[in-house]
């Protein structure tokens, strides 16, 4: 055969393909085509749901100390349950995939949240058997120091926190046949003609004293009633009011006072209640 012959054929084959290595197919290809279309797929739907619920974690975790870990753990669990179908659908195209890196941004996310959610449990946990502790005084503590008439009116002492101020919780009946009490918890200050944007509600009608007749100023009530013809209690009717004090009683104290004004609920004198100074835990 000629040397023309040779080169010839040598063509022929290459022209052919009869010398090419056969093309390897990647069978995470459509998978991770997929990633790159949000349509049709089950995991962009999953990312979507999980970035919600990181971010609601992260809210969650802000009030931990006040409302404690189960919340935050049920939407963690929910972050698993979210991802977990998606992470098995993907079975082995799963590693080194785009899905992959988003999760792994999300998990670094998720760590730091729990994280700062473990340092937060003890305040919680604090608070929770403080919380327990007053419950427990309040309730070993005798009828007679809890509640209260004053005329027409019943209170009922709900709850008594003095850490670094003292805040009382009370709950307010009308227990006439018809009359309806008009508490007044609030005055109005500051405003006059001259400077009419100038002023506020302040709270009024309550005041605490310890038995070395140290003074504790009302800061707030909850709620502030101004006027005679708001908030109307009818009879049978009670409600809610949340009183903060500037300070607490000195802890040798025996007794603390708490003075009523004659307006706050329509009484004709001031009235006093005496409670004994071990019910006022931190």
Do not use: H
């Not at 018809?178 to 500051?190: D, E, H, L, Q, S």
């Amino acid at each position: 055969m000629s040397v023309r012959s040779v080169l010839v054929l040598m063509i022929a084959v290459i022209s052919c393909g009869c010398a090419t290595k056969p093309s390897i197919v990647d069978p995470c290809a459509d998978f991770n085509r997929g990633m790159r279309i949000t349509a049709n797929r089950e995991w962009p739907a999953a990312v979507g749901e999980a970035e919600r619920l990181v971010t609601k974690m992260r809210t969650e975790s802000i009030s931990i100390s006040r409302e404690g870990p189960a919340v935050y753990q049920s939407l963690r669990d929910d972050y698993d349950a979210v991802l977990s179908p998606a992470i098995a659908n993907a079975g082995a195209c799963y590693d080194g995939s785009l899905f992959n890196s988003i999760v792994a941004r999300m998990d670094e996310r998720v760590s730091k949240v729990d994280r700062s959610v473990s340092s937060d449990i003890p305040a919680w946990e604090d608070r929770v058997a403080k919380r327990e502790a007053r419950s427990v005084a309040l309730e070993a503590a005798p009828d007679a120091l809890k509640r209260y008439s004053i005329g027409e009116v019943e209170i009922e002492i709900l709850e008594i926190q003095a850490s670094g101020n003292t805040r009382i919780v009370l709950r307010v009946t009308n227990q006439s046949e018809g009359k309806i009490v008009r508490p007044v918890t609030g005055a109005f200050y500051g405003f006059d003609a001259d400077s009419p944007e100038i002023g506020g509600v302040m709270a009024t009608g309550f005041t605490l004293y310890d038995d070395f007749d140290n003074r504790f100023g009302l800061k707030d009530a909850k709620p502030k009633i101004v006027r005679k013809d708001e908030g109307g209690l009818y009879p049978g009717v009670s409600m809610q009011f949340e009183l903060r004090f500037g300070g607490r009683p000195v802890e040798s104290s025996s007794s603390v006072r708490l003075v009523i004004d004659r307006a706050t609920f329509g009484y004709p004198e001031p009235f006093t209640i005496t409670l004994p100074r071990e019910l006022f835990l931190p």
